[in-house]
């Protein structure tokens, strides 16, 4: 059996092409609470090393 800790946060992210989703969870014990969600429209016409170089200071404002 796999224990886990008893609080943690996850963020979660859909890079997709034109819009990037993402969510903040927070878990305690068996209780899942949703902390934030939201999406960033990258735009259609950014060139996909733009949207990149979005992507990774995104991350880091997490890290």
């Not at 943690?8 to 992210?13: A, N, Y």
């Not at 899942?32 to 060139?47: A, H, N, Q, R």
Request: hydrophobic share 40%; aromatic share 8%.
């Amino acid at each position: 059996m796999t224990q886990f800790a008893k609080e943690r946060r996850i963020l979660g992210i859909d890079p997709g092409t034109n819009i990037l989703g993402y969510s903040v969870i927070e878990q305690r014990n068996k209780s899942v609470e949703i902390l934030t969600m939201d999406v960033l429209v990258l735009g259609s016409k950014e060139e996909m090393n733009t949207k990149l170089e979005g992507y990774k200071a995104f991350i880091n404002l997490f890290v």
